[in-house]
């Protein structure tokens, strides 16, 4: 199931993250985890799995390694089948079927209990806009200091206790009118439009479709909550990278201030200078902490990265695509759509036609070895005065489509691997590819 290969990768990836985070903390940065964890969430929300077969093929070449093919798994195997005919044939085991409609039956209720909390954290944007000169002079300033030219809209709220930031396209930072002094909005507002600079809270909508793909996966809602965290950490540490320990004290009492302990519901679709008392615990500290790495601990941390990516990457080569088999004989389909736990859909006639060249022929034993037929027949034991030890397999001719694609025609057959003799049996069955990776 392709979710799941998906929910590995993705798990996978993000443990390797915080054991790096938690063993490496004097060497790592905060910024180090946020953005790994954001490259992290590609393989949480994109089906790379789906388009592994070029990626293993390769790494498989790379390695040396031949690519083996388990022919007796065919009987039990998902796949996609045309028949001589012309006739389409689905064939899934039965538990591939249920687990899809217990996923989407959870996608469904989650998917309903965050637009209901959508619609109540957008109704922020009906606040009017802030009108005191002074907040909007220090905004203007600030806006400067980070480098946004973008308009961002700096709406007011009283009710809100907290400087928060909200919107993809068009950006939203809401602020308490009152309240706070000069060097308290000035703080505030470069905090927010940091996570504005950064698309934060793309980023934060991101994670929550992380969280409704894989909401059965325990790991994901952790996932969502180490971003929240260290995407303020990461916040922190660039606005206080040149603040003395006393301005950075202050900076430290504000975000107490700041402090929420109605939960994250409310706040889970923008970023916020606030947060859980627990989560302003670590951002204190960490701020404090805080300082400039050096090249080697940024060199460090960078092949640590590539090596966590890379290492996460070859998951998704766990993942087995649905094979598509053509132009077998229909009995070959009763018979596998007859076995005990499938489900299977047999369509009308279909019509397809492309381009195909021979391309090369191999014979592929039953233990998953290949062999070169040219290699045996021309460098083996003259066939006359040969005592034969045959393998039995398949011999397979490999053709290529005009469109990119490959197809493979298999034969039943049993070859001498001393002289290379062939004895050809009865065709077997097609196996096609939209993309050759041969």
Same mark, same amino acid.
């Given at each position: 199931?392709?979710?799941?290969?998906?929910?590995?990768?993705?798990?996978?990836?993000?443990?390797?993250?915080?054991? $790096?985070?938690?063993?490496?903390?004097?060497?790592?940065?905060?910024? !180090?985890?946020?953005?790994?964890?954001?490259?992290? &969430?590609?393989?949480?929300?994109?089906?790379? @799995?789906?388009?592994?077969?070029? #990626?293993?093929?390769?790494?498989?070449?790379?390695?040396?390694?031949?690519? %083996?093919?388990? =022919?007796?798994?065919?009987?039990?195997?998902?796949?996609?089948?045309?028949?001589?005919?012309?006739?389409?044939?689905?064939?899934?085991?039965?538990?591939?079927?249920?687990? !899809?409609?217990?996923?989407? $039956?959870? &996608?469904?209720?989650?998917?309903?209990?965050?637009? !209901?909390?959508?619609?109540?954290?957008?109704?922020?944007?009906?606040?009017?806009?802030?009108?005191?000169?002074?907040?909007? *002079?220090?905004?203007?300033?600030?806006?400067?200091?980070?480098?946004?030219?973008?308009?961002?809209?700096?709406? $007011?709220?009283?009710?809100?206790?907290?400087?928060?930031?909200?919107?993809?396209?068009?950006?939203?930072?809401?602020?308490?009118?009152?309240?706070?002094?000069?060097?308290?909005?000035?703080?505030?507002?470069?905090? *927010?439009?940091?996570?504005?600079?950064?698309?934060?809270?793309?980023?934060? #909508?991101?994670?929550? &479709?992380?969280?409704?793909?894989?909401?059965?996966? @325990?790991?994901?809602?952790?996932?969502?909550?180490?971003?929240?965290? +260290? $995407?303020? %950490?990461?916040?922190?540490?660039?606005?206080?990278?040149?603040?003395?320990?006393?301005?950075?004290?202050?900076?430290?009492?504000?975000?107490?201030?700041?402090?929420?302990?109605?939960?994250?519901?409310?706040?889970?679709?923008?970023?916020?200078?606030?947060?859980?008392?627990?989560?302003?615990?670590?951002?204190?500290?960490? =701020?404090?902490?805080?300082?400039?790495?050096?090249?080697?601990?940024?060199?460090?941390?960078?092949? &640590?990265?590539?090596?966590?990516?890379?290492?996460?990457?070859?998951?998704?080569?766990?993942?087995?695509? @649905?094979?598509?088999?053509?132009?077998?004989?229909?009995?070959?389909?009763?018979?596998?759509?007859?076995?005990?736990?499938? !489900?299977?859909?047999? /369509?009308?006639?279909?019509?397809?036609?492309?381009?195909?060249?021979?391309?090369?022929?191999?014979?592929?034993?039953?233990?998953?070895?290949? +062999?070169?037929?040219?290699?045996?027949?021309?460098?083996? /034991?003259?066939?006359?005065?040969?005592?034969?030890? +045959?393998?039995?397999? +398949?011999?397979?001719?490999?053709?290529?489509?005009?469109?990119?694609?490959?197809?493979?025609? #298999?034969?039943?057959?049993?070859?001498?691997?001393?002289?290379?003799?062939?004895?050809?049996?009865?065709?077997?069955?097609?196996?096609?590819?939209?993309?050759?990776?041969?």
């Amino acid at each position: 199931m392709l979710i799941l290969a998906m929910s590995l990768s993705g798990s996978l990836i993000f443990f390797a993250i915080v054991l $790096c985070a938690v063993l490496g903390k004097r060497v790592i940065s905060p910024g !180090w985890v946020y953005s790994m964890l954001r490259l992290d &969430l590609l393989f949480f929300c994109l089906p790379f @799995p789906k388009y592994n077969s070029g #990626y293993k093929y390769g790494l498989l070449r790379i390695l040396g390694i031949r690519q %083996q093919w388990d =022919m007796n798994d065919i009987a039990t195997m998902n796949f996609i089948g045309i028949e001589e005919g012309g006739r389409l044939h689905i064939n899934f085991q039965t538990y591939i079927i249920a687990m !899809w409609f217990v996923w989407v $039956c959870g &996608l469904l209720l989650a998917g309903a209990k965050n637009l !209901w909390k959508y619609r109540e954290a957008k109704a922020a944007v009906e606040n009017p806009q802030v009108s005191q000169s002074n907040y909007l *002079e220090i905004f203007e300033r600030v806006k400067r200091e980070v480098g946004i030219k973008k308009r961002i809209v700096l709406l $007011c709220a009283d009710e809100v206790e907290t400087v928060c930031t909200m919107g993809v396209f068009r950006k939203y930072v809401i602020i308490p009118e009152r309240g706070l002094t000069e060097e308290e909005i000035y703080y505030s507002l470069k905090h *927010e439009l940091i996570h504005v600079k950064r698309a934060d809270v793309a980023w934060r #909508y991101l994670s929550l &479709l992380a969280v409704l793909l894989h909401w059965f996966n @325990p790991l994901v809602y952790l996932f969502f909550y180490a971003m929240s965290v +260290y $995407c303020e %950490q990461s916040c922190d540490a660039i606005l206080v990278q040149d603040l003395d320990k006393a301005a950075r004290k202050r900076y430290g009492e504000l975000i107490i201030n700041m402090a929420q302990d109605d939960g994250e519901g409310r706040w889970k679709y923008r970023t916020y200078l606030g947060g859980s008392k627990k989560m302003i615990k670590w951002r204190l500290i960490k =701020m404090m902490e805080s300082r400039k790495r050096n090249r080697l601990e940024r060199m460090v941390s960078l092949l &640590l990265g590539v090596a966590i990516l890379f290492g996460g990457s070859l998951s998704v080569c766990a993942y087995e695509n @649905p094979q598509v088999i053509r132009d077998a004989d229909a009995v070959m389909f009763e018979a596998l759509q007859d076995e005990k736990g499938t !489900w299977g859909v047999t /369509t009308e006639e279909i019509q397809f036609s492309e381009e195909e060249v021979l391309d090369f022929v191999e014979f592929l034993g039953d233990d998953g070895i290949s +062999y070169n037929l040219s290699e045996l027949q021309n460098g083996g /034991t003259e066939r006359a005065g040969c005592i034969h030890s +045959y393998v039995k397999g +398949y011999v397979t001719y490999h053709y290529k489509y005009s469109s990119g694609g490959c197809k493979i025609d #298999y034969y039943s057959a049993d070859v001498c691997e001393r002289c290379g003799e062939v004895i050809m049996k009865d065709y077997s069955h097609t196996v096609t590819s939209t993309k050759c990776t041969h």
